[in-house]
């Protein structure tokens, strides 16, 4: 008799088949790579405001760091890695922000999917903004709900799925988005949440430390905390530190800790971590000179940019938006745009396909309170001599 296994078809190799999908990234002008930022002008980082460099925010964590007791949680926060100064921080955001209640995770990504992951069941319904996060991604992918793209920003298409929902209805967005930089109807979503109670949940990563008065926020600075369910508040950007908050009722953060696997069965996050957070806080709602001057940059930006530049994304001038995509189609010519501007002394990222689709891909410049209007004339300079007329239409 034959041995069973010989007649199957030998299978690739492990090695062989993660050789070939390199090779298909590299193919693509798509393959990625961890790289030191270098000494040229950040445009790139998503340290709005510069805290993750703040002299002041070191010293102060420092002159408080002798206090903590252990230097890491030890466990998850359910079987002993729970510590006050958590809990402090996690009553100072919801405060903050104006939430009744806050729950914190190492990221915001394992926020967002567990948060998405949790709430949406098998028979719900997930309608998403075509634009939104991988970690919403992920939550759906994690999710057995039924999901459903809208097109960007579209009231008209997010109400004609009106017809396509049972269940509970979860709506993804976010306030500002991370590629395109520009802002999400809030005022308009919540109303439509609201006549077809609807679950509104909005991803705040980018609007968190630079919209509203102190950073609180779109949702906070709209006066819209009711309408919405959850928010999702990240500090990797104009927060200088890492990690994620969500805000919502004290009845979800209930049913997160009952529910949500990122957060049960995830180690605590370094209390230094927490402390750096905290003193964040006070550092980034005074930084209001701070937040006026992204604003301007951003305006400086938006006036003298050659219009070829724009056909995508965010044109607001009056934003408080950091990020401006600057249109440039095709991998290798947006990776070559990068690297010549890179030559020049600027750090601004080429982002291609697939994280965005074919065609959409640009550099996507990042305003920061560091940056200088010098700085911005300089690089719109640098882009228009590094651009020739045949290739910017
Ligand atoms: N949402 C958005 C819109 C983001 O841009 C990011 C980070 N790139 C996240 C969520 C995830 O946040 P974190 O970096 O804290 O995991």
Redesign the pocket.
Known sequence: MPNRLQEEPMSESLHGRMEQRLGERERDSALRDVQYPGALIDLSS?DYLGLSASAQLSTAVAEQAAAIRASGAGASRLLGGNYPMLSHLEDHAAAFHRAEAALFFS????A?SGLIATLAKRGDTLLYDELV?A?AHEGMRLSSAKCYPFAHNDLHCLRERAKDCSGQVFVLI?SIY?MDGDLAPLHEIADICSEFGWNLLV?E??AGGLAGHQGEGRVAELGLEEQVFAR?I???KAFGA???MVLGSALLRRYLINYCRPLIYSTGPLPLQVLMIREAYDLMAKASEERARVRELRRLLLRDLPRQFGAHGSTETDSPSAIVPIHCPGNEAVLALSAKLAQRGFDVKAVRSPSVPAGAERLRCCLHAFNTPAEISRFIGALKEEVRPSSMV
């Open positions: 998503n990221s915001g990504y394992a967002q996060h970690s976010e991370s991803d990563a980018h999702l990240t500090y990797g890492a990690g994620g």
